[in-house]
T-cell receptor, first 117, second 114 residues
Framework: AQKITQTQPGMFVQEKEAVTLDCTYD???????LFWYKQPSSGEMIFLIY??????QNATEGRYSLNFQKARKSANLVISASQLGDSAMYFC??????????????FGSGTRLSIQP | KAGVTQTPRYLIKTRGQQVTLSCSPI?????VSWYQQTPGQGLQFLFE???????NKGNFPGRFSGRQFSNSRSEMNVSTLELGDSALYLC?????????????FGPGTRLTVL
């Protein structure tokens, strides 16, 4: 069964520093996709970045990059030059099991990131 | 392009009542999924609708139901509310029902059951 693990319940980082949010996953599907979402206190889940398992390069979107290590089954999110507005919950997620009636996306438990001035 | 919208944003109900939540997907998106988010259980999948048909369903009791209209708008209904139904209900839309399609979420409806 698919599983996403985020081992950091919370992180405190100084503004302008880079931050890495950890994510490991488990799946038996040979092809899969990984996502990161940001959830501010307002509640909306904001899509940040996507990495396909067969993508040759790590995904990047502005200040966000995904450090994808397939052999280690890890998909860490890296935020460069953190800003106060980056304070939020961050969820790692992956595509649900294919050919099933389960959820299209499975979420980790989240990491609460707090950026300090 | 407008994002996913959900109404109402906040609701307060009492036990035993029923509630209907609404979700309007991004224009052109035909798949709508619903999730329940609680501090204890995290994000849990409720169901997915595509072209007015329920495609997938999570492990929730029959009190939770939904439907989708021809314009892709979706409603979720919870009958006989229980205290444990207090949660943030998130709706997400994607262009198709393909699992590889990125889902875009709305702001959620925060339901409080007293």
């Amino acid at each position: 069964a698919q599983k996403i693990t985020q081992t950091q319940p919370g992180m405190f980082v100084q503004e302008k520093e880079a931050v890495t949010l950890d994510c490991t996953y488990d799946t038996s599907d040979p092809s899969y996709g990984l996502f990161w979402y940001k959830q501010p206190s307002s509640g909306e889940m904001i899509f940040l970045i996507y990495q396909g398992s067969y993508d040759q390069q790590n995904a990047t979107e502005g200040r966000y990059s995904l450090n994808f290590q397939k052999a280690r089954k890890s998909a860490n999110l890296v935020i460069s030059a953190s800003q106060l507005g980056d304070s939020a919950m961050y969820f790692c997620a992956m595509e649900g099991p294919r050919n099933s009636n389960a959820s299209k996306i499975i979420f980790g438990s989240g990491t609460r990131l707090s950026i300090q001035p | 392009k407008a994002g996913v919208t959900q109404t109402p944003r906040y609701l307060i109900k009492t036990r035993g009542q029923q509630v209907t939540l609404s979700c309007s997907p991004i224009s052109g998106h035909r798949s709508v999924s619903w999730y329940q988010q609680t501090p204890g259980q995290g994000l849990q999948f409720l169901f997915e609708y595509f072209s007015e048909t329920q495609r997938n369903k999570g492990n929730f009791p029959g009190r939770f139901s939904g439907r989708q209209f021809s314009n892709s708008r979706s409603e979720m209904n919870v009958s006989t509310l229980e205290l444990g139904d207090s949660a943030l209900y998130l709706c997400a839309s994607s262009a198709t029902s393909e699992i590889t399609d990125t889902q875009y979420f709305g702001p959620g409806t925060r339901l409080t059951v007293l």
